[in-house]
Nanobody, 125 residues
Framework: QVQLVESGGELVQAGGSLSLSCAAS????????MGWFRQAPGKEREFVAA????????YYADSVKGRFTISRDRAKNTLYLQMSSLKPEDTAIYYC??????????????????WGQGTQVTVSS
């Protein structure tokens, strides 16, 4: 059983930076895929970034490429999302998620089995 707890969300001005963390417990294996998703009010949950826990591969949505960086600390069992050049349209609840395999459909929420409770990111203009 994997448990995920996000933190780091807050109110930030446009153009600013923010770092999110996701603490994982229950054992994360090298073959797992970890992802960040976000959901804005009235919108569907959308893919942000993903990483294979071994660190071999990372993936990004076009909307965040070049601005966000996903990383992980295997010793701390923690997933990170470093966000810069934030825009008002980045405002959403951000969720981390875990899939118990290396998956090709890393961009699809249904590919993930475990989810955190989310952390709110608000970007003011």
């Amino acid at each position: 059983q994997v448990q995920l707890v996000e933190s780091g969300g807050e109110l930030v001005q446009a153009g600013g930076s923010l770092s999110l963390s996701c603490a994982a417990s229950g054992g994360i294996y090298s073959s797992y895929t970890m992802g960040w998703f976000r959901q804005a009010p009235g919108k569907e949950r959308e893919f942000v970034a993903a990483i294979i826990w071994s660190g071999a591969d990372t993936y990004y949505a076009d909307s965040v490429k070049g601005r966000f960086t996903i990383s992980r600390d295997r010793a701390k069992n923690t997933l990170y999302l470093q966000m810069s050049s934030l825009k008002p349209e980045d405002t959403a609840i951000y969720y981390c998620a875990c899939a118990r395999a290396i998956i090709n459909t890393y961009y699809h929420p249904r590919s993930y089995y475990y989810w955190g409770q989310g952390t709110q990111v608000t970007v003011s203009s």
